[in-house]
């Protein structure tokens, strides 16, 4: 069965954490870096495109700050990621020469991927670089990003690359053999669950909190972007990277790790950019009526079912859409600013020329551009 779902896997993104790639004293491990690299280049030998994702920066620059710890303060972590990243970029390069491959630095913020033109740009450049043979090392631009735009962390990253690179499988290389039914650190009666068909609220639950002292993310993080990569119809498979040919073993469809099934409810590539990448700029509430139609019938937002507006977004923002319960059950592009939506809220599309003076369209979110979560 894994070897059906990967036999059509030409473009992959593998996504590396910062505890694979450290040693225990955290410097970079280059016997571990070595060994990914020489898989990669035994996939490239088959043909199959490779996109990497790589953690690393902040641990690799953390030595040659002198700091024993984790960086705590925002500054430090970015003075350390600006020394890493070019220590992890030279570490790649040095790996991946011997098989004859080049890598290439790309360094990606939300804000970046969050503008429909440089998303569309990004894919264009990595298009080019893997025509030319080369692999892309992408990881969070560290240096310039602040808290609230941050990705947060490379596990949600590499999901949102799964859609800029239309790659057809992610592959997590992390510290533990796969996910397990509950924390194999702390209960040792926690299982491996080879296959996770669709991630319910039950193996979110399993998943918990975060785990490593090394990295950002945690094995929730790594479920969350196995269910976002699923809703752009990508699996995922999540393995330990610090295995040798585990990379080689998963592509070949051998049962290592855990195999995240995309489910059937994907979303187009544009609406996926629009529910996932994009960070929401406001909350529009609205009444009962409006939420059942937006949820079954696959209607637009008119104004009329909206009942308040809450935050500052200019029209063309990315918005929460919330029921009555408060709770979001939709995201969408408002083609009304909050201003605009505050005046508009309860009436009728034909009110909105008088109302305002103008009107951009009849719907506040169109359903094009809305989607139910
Ligand atoms: N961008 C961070 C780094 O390279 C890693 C973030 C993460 O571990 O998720 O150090």
Redesign the pocket.
């Known amino acids: 069965m894994r070897k059906d779902i990967l036999k059509n896997v030409k473009r992959v993104v593998v996504k590396i954490?910062?505890r694979v790639l450290t040693d225990d004293a955290g410097a970079l491990d280059m016997a571990v870096i070595g060994r990914i690299c020489a898989d990669i280049a035994g996939l490239r030998a088959t043909g199959v495109q490779v996109v990497v994702v790589?953690?690393?920066?902040?641990?690799a620059g953390r030595s040659e700050l002198g700091l024993t710890a984790k960086p705590r303060t925002i500054p430090q972590k970015q003075a350390a990621?600006a020394i890493?990243?070019t220590r992890?970029m030279r570490a790649y390069e040095e790996a991946l020469a011997p098989h004859g491959l080049k890598a290439a630095q790309v360094l990606l913020t939300s804000e970046d991927l969050g503008s429909r033109q440089r998303f569309l740009n990004a894919r264009a450049t990595l298009d080019t670089l893997l025509e030319y043979g080369i692999i892309p090392v992408i990881?969070?631009n560290?240096t310039v990003v602040v808290d609230e735009i941050k990705f947060g962390?490379?596990?949600n990253?590499s999901a949102l690359v799964t859609n800029v690179a239309e790659a057809h499988l992610l592959l997590i290389l992390t510290d533990i053999e796969g996910f397990y039914s509950a924390d194999p650190r702390t209960n040792p009666d926690a299982t491996l669950i080879p296959l996770v068909k669709a991630v319910t609220r039950e193996v979110e639950r399993a998943a918990g909190g975060t785990g490593s002292g090394v990295?950002?993310?945690g094995m929730a993080t790594k479920v969350g972007a196995a269910k976002k990569a699923g809703k752009n119809g990508v699996p995922t498979i999540m393995v330990s990277g610090k295995r040798e040919g585990i990379i080689a073993a998963a592509l070949a469809g051998r049962d290592v790790g855990t195999l995240f099934l995309p489910g059937t409810d994907g979303l187009n590539r544009r609406k996926h950019w629009i529910a996932y990448t994009l960070k929401p700029a406001g909350r529009v509430m609205v009444d009962e009526g409006a939420a059942e139609v937006l949820q079954k019938k696959g209607k637009s937002l008119l104004p009329s079912g909206i009942v308040r507006v809450e935050g500052r977004f200019d029209r063309g923002a990315c918005v929460r859409v919330c029921g009555p319960d408060g709770k979001e059950f939709a995201r969408g592009l408002s083609d009304y600013s909050s201003s605009e939506i505050s005046r508009l809220a309860g009436r009728k599309s034909s009110e909105i020329e008088k109302i305002l003076g103008y009107r951009y369209a009849d719907v506040i979110v169109h359903r094009d551009n809305l989607v139910v979560l």
């Open positions: 954490g910062s790589s953690s690393g920066a902040i641990a990621a890493g990243q992890l990881n969070e560290d962390d490379n596990d990253l990295g950002t993310g």
